[in-house]
């Protein structure tokens, strides 16, 4: 007899495996940080400041939860996310808890103090101003995030590289700067930099994957 309590038993069981998953905050930041691109257990361990036993461990929990895959280069393993419906969930969970939780909203505005301020543009601004050569956009990601995706357009200069290449920047039109997202200083830094020499800059608080997701509203 079909017992269709039993199933979906089972079925909220298996949903549940992601949600028990994601229940750790450095979890949550690993998965951030692999939406810019394939890491090494090393890069991790350096950008999340966790020791290089525990993110192991940590990614061993995502990799059994089928959210990251792996494969070796040389003596390194790398390892990415297993599928990019994983940066829609991702960017879903982040956004709806910034909705929800009026305590992300007082930490970020917090985490970038009056740096909020600075001047940002939209998307759809940006998409505007580069088509007709007002603005230049500057990645400001390390290179291999710029190389593994970036929005179309973008010149690639690290954050860390940036001042030694100011000269480099042309100097009739405005520039933006973006990186890994609305909580990432990166940009924060780079704008920061520029309007102190005389270089009108603002900050896209977008990502590549918010690019990704309206790419076909703006063409």
Request: proline share 3%.
């Amino acid at each position: 007899m079909f017992d269709e309590r039993q199933l979906k038993n089972q079925l909220y069981q298996e949903f549940s495996r992601i949600g028990k998953c994601v229940s750790s905050p450095k979890r949550l930041e690993i998965l951030d940080l692999l939406q810019q691109g394939p890491k090494s257990v090393e890069v991790l361990s350096k950008t999340t400041g966790m020791s290089i036993a525990n993110v192991s461990q940590h990614l061993q929990v995502l990799y059994g939860a089928r959210l990251v895959k792996f494969h070796k280069d040389g003596n390194y393993v790398i390892y990415q996310l297993a599928s990019l419906e994983i940066s829609f969930f991702l960017n879903s969970l982040l956004q709806l808890s910034e909705k929800q939780y009026v305590e992300v909203q007082q930490i970020k505005e917090e985490f970038l103090n009056n740096k909020i301020g600075l001047e940002g543009i939209s998307l759809l601004e940006l998409k505007e101003k580069m088509d007709s050569g007002q603005v230049v956009l500057l990645d400001v990601r390390p290179k291999e995030e710029y190389e593994a995706a970036h929005i179309p357009g973008a010149i690639s200069i690290p954050i860390e590289e940036l001042e030694e290449h100011l000269s480099s920047l042309p100097v009739n039109c405005d520039v933006v700067a973006y990186c890994r997202g609305p909580y990432c200083l990166m940009s924060v830094k780079a704008v920061e930099l520029l309007n102190s020499k005389g270089i009108h800059a603002m900050r896209l608080e977008e990502s590549v994957q918010d690019w990704r997701n309206i790419e076909g509203q703006l063409n």
